[in-house]
């Protein structure tokens, strides 16, 4: 299946599952959004398939002409950019947790926040998008720190439900690491609300996944949530 893939996609699935460009995380976001972009609007050629005759479908549809000039490549741009937003179906979690799982005597919290994502989602096909924190307690293992935004990115990268992806975050973590517990707070803003209906630009949707002791234990859990509303140092 992974074989399969074309070279654009198995990049961006590379990215995810390896350390490549480790150093500033947020050069590599921008980077690589500049990637996508660029390879979008270079349009590369590519099989004129179902997806393109679909996406023409719904340009007609809409009263559109996929026929004129800013239409004609737009097909192939949809096809491309859905399979590059959906490349985290894609992602082995084998490889992508590869040897960044340590053995540490430490069983302090461990957070890692204002991770970005951006996601799609599964009911409108509009992106969501926004911050995730993720915290810890290990049992004797830990996994390194860069890894943590890769998993979110793994989850966003697919059609979700909000809910559901930070369930997703926290149960890779329990699974993989069997920590004492797992926190999960997302905080996203959805299009398909701001765009239609409701209007209401600034609507945030948050939602939580505790696990263990984040769960059984009200301290830990006031803890992890009293770090969430600390300022990061420097903003
Ligand atoms: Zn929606």
Do not use: W
């Not at 349009?43 to 004129?48: L, N, T, V, Y």
């Not at 930070?166 to 926190?183: K, N, R, S, W, Y």
């Not at 234990?217 to 300022?231: G, I, N, S, W, Y």
């Amino acid at each position: 299946m992974a074989d399969q893939l074309p070279e654009h996609v198995r990049s961006l699935v590379d990215e995810i599952e390896t350390e490549i460009g480790e150093d500033g995380h947020e050069a590599e976001g921008r980077l690589r959004s500049e990637l996508i972009a660029g390879r979008l609007e270079l349009g590369a050629p590519e099989d004129s398939g179902a997806v393109e005759d679909a996406v023409r479908r719904i340009l007609a549809e809409i009263g559109e002409d996929p026929d004129r000039q800013g239409l004609l490549r737009t097909p192939q741009r949809v096809h491309r950019m859905y399979t590059e937003l959906t490349a985290g179906y894609h992602v082995d979690p084998a490889r992508l947790i590869n040897g960044a799982i340590f053995d540490v005597d430490y069983s302090e919290m461990v957070i890692v926040k204002d991770i970005p994502f951006y996601s799609l989602c599964e009911h409108h096909l509009l992106p969501f998008f926004g911050q995730a924190a993720v915290a810890y307690i290990p049992k004797g293992r830990v996994i390194g720190l860069s890894k943590i935004p890769r998993i979110v990115e793994m989850y966003a990268r697919r059609l979700q439900v909000q809910e559901r992806m930070t369930q997703q975050i926290a149960d890779f973590l329990q699974q993989h690491l069997e920590p004492f517990g797992v926190g999960v707070v997302v905080e996203a803003t959805h299009l398909c609300a701001v765009m239609r209906g409701v209007r209401k630009p600034g609507t945030v949707m948050t939602t939580s996944a505790v696990l263990g002791i984040f769960r059984s234990k009200d301290r830990t859990r006031a803890e992890f949530f009293a770090h969430l509303e600390r300022a990061a140092p420097g903003a």
